[in-house]
């Protein structure tokens, strides 16, 4: 059992109520991972926001102070893929806003 797989099990058992019998219905191996787990549990249990107020979160994102690479990286991805499909910026747009979030040498050598 490896960090990932308790991780899931700890949050997994902190569930009550509706969310626990979703969990529990569940096919047995369809989450793979945390990540996988994460998106799932959102998709499902996420207070869906305005299209728009999604889109000005997403231009208004910037890496937060001592929020690792991997940890904004999966904020940035959940923010983008939450905006309604006909009001995101493209994938190559996307490509060119992310380097603007973080502080101006990491950007700098992003943008290398």
Sequence with gaps: MDEADVKMRFFAQ????DVKKWFRVLPVGSIGNLIAFHQDF??????????LQLLNEYK????KP??????YCERFNTVYNAIPQDIKPSPCLALIDFPDDFDIDMEYQLRE
């Design 14 to 17: 902190s569930l009550g109520g």
């Design 66 to 71: 001592n929020e690792t690479v991997e940890e």
């Design 60 to 63: 208004r994102l910037k890496r």
């Design 42 to 51: 959102l998709a499902r249990w996420e207070i869906k926001k305005n299209p």
